[in-house]
């Protein structure tokens, strides 16, 4: 089946050093990919979002490159603050499911 | 301002007791979920409801029951059938379930065991 595998955390990064997180899908169809984002004790908000083979999407400084050769779809911000300590999951939707990765927990140090 | 709301915002929960968690929603979405979090799992998908009066079980069901009386309400129950109830629940929405919409996330309700 459909499944989403991305690098286990936690990652510590210093502020203004460049980010990089893995993502890497399988699926059986053509899905749609996606990097949400949870805050401390919030909900999932939408990073940002691809939804075909070559599509870079972008937000916030984030960036992701949907790579179907690769089947990745890794997360790249090039300075990150630490305002951007948080859980990173990303996510692929096929026919009518989303499946979730495990989450990446990111600090960023001062 | 348009979204999604989930109360309350902590639930205890006594042995043997059923227990309801809440969610509205005003963005006039067909679709809505419930999402449990454990710590280093991710989000597992409980149920979920594409339309009024339908709905379908998801990856763990057991223990929990829905119902979709109303477009904007989903309300999720924790049974006592639940042995371990413990966890961080979100809800969310969706326009549909096609491939491609984003889904969007209430703040949460985590649900503790006395």
């Known amino acids: 089946g459909d499944s989403v595998t991305q690098m286990e955390g936690p990652v510590t990064l210093s502020e203004e050093a460049f980010l990089t997180i893995n993502c890497t899908y399988t699926?059986?169809?053509?899905?749609?990919l996606f990097w949400y984002v949870q805050y401390p004790g919030e909900g999932l908000q939408l990073l940002l979002k691809?939804?075909?083979?070559?599509d870079k999407g972008s937000n916030k400084g984030f960036e992701a490159t949907y790579r179907k050769e690769t089947t990745s779809f890794h997360l790249e911000k090039g300075s990150v603050q630490v305002s951007d300590s948080a859980v990173y999951f990303c996510a692929l939707s096929d026919r009518d499911k989303i499946i979730f990765g495990k989450g990446t927990r990111l600090h960023i140090l001062p | 301002d348009g979204g999604i709301t989930q109360s309350p915002k902590y639930l205890f929960r006594k042995e043997g007791q059923n227990v309801t968690l809440s969610c509205e929603q005003n963005l006039n979405h067909d679709a809505m979920y419930w999402y449990r979090q454990d710590p280093g799992q991710g989000l597992r998908l409980i149920y979920y409801s594409q339309i009024v009066n339908d709905f379908q079980k998801g990856d763990i069901a057991e223990g929990y029951s829905v119902s979709r009386e109303k477009k904007e309400s989903f309300p999720l129950t924790v049974t006592s059938a639940q042995k371990n109830p413990t966890a961080f629940y979100l809800c969310?929405?969706?326009?549909?379930?096609?491939?491609?919409?984003?889904?969007?996330f209430g703040p949460g309700t985590r649900l503790l065991v006395l």
């Open positions: 699926a059986t169809g053509y899905p749609s």
């Open positions: 691809a939804t075909k083979a070559d």
């Open positions: 969310a929405s969706s326009i549909n379930r096609d491939r491609g919409e984003t889904q969007y």
